[in-house]
């Protein structure tokens, strides 16, 4: 007797995220308007550049002088407290907004960054990334990971200083100006 199999399909990490999600002021690591704060904001494409609405992303960061939170209670927004942890969906259009701080850096010379997390249909397996500050050219110029890189691909991981002070990344899956995706192992 001959059996044939049938592969189950393919699971994905996405757009099923109902469960626990959203959870009130979830992309706001501060309060809006509080000292400090500025917006972070981009859109996320796919391949062919057609925005993504249904990606959600994590983002941690340190501090405005560099510390990187180490207390429990992200979850809890208070309205006072920077929590260096966010998550937010993008909208229909596939843009995505966090209030945060301009993060320090956490060593002196290093460069300062944000790191993030993104989940998307069609992907297996979460995406990890870096949104460095445009500023200091001379800690970007000597960062670990950006020197490993090629500068066109450097420039998928430097936002843009918007007018208002904040800034702009958008992040692109797949195709032209691939952001650079980083796997932890």
């Known amino acids: ?55 959600i992303l994590e983002i941690w960061q340190p501090d405005a002088e560099g510390k990187v939170v180490q207390r ?16 937010g969906a993008v909208g229909n259009s596939g843009v995505f907004t966090f209030t945060t701080v301009n993060p320090g850096p956490t060593k002196p010379g290093a460069a300062a ?19 460095y500050l445009p500023e ?13 890189l090629e500068p066109e691909r450097r420039q998928t991981l430097i936002a843009r200083r918007d007018p208002d002070g904040g800034l702009t990344w958008d992040i692109r899956l797949q195709g032209e100006g691939e952001t650079v995706f980083l796997d932890f192992q």
């Open 136 to 148: 200091d050219t001379e800690a970007l110029a000597n960062d670990p990971l950006l020197t490993s």
């Open 72 to 87: 429990t209670g992200s979850l809890v927004r208070d309205g006072y407290t920077f929590t260096g942890w966010g998550r």
């Open 113 to 131: 960054f944000i790191s993030v997390a993104i989940f998307a249909r069609g992907l297996t397996n979460r995406l990890f990334t870096r949104i």
């Open 1 to 55: 007797m001959s059996t044939k199999l049938v592969p189950t399909p393919g699971q994905t990490v996405g757009p099923f995220y109902g469960y626990a999600l959203p959870f009130e002021k979830d992309n706001e690591l501060l309060a809006p308007g509080s000292a400090g704060s500025i917006r972070l904001q981009g859109t996320v494409y796919d391949g062919s550049g057609q925005a993504i609405p249904d990606a």
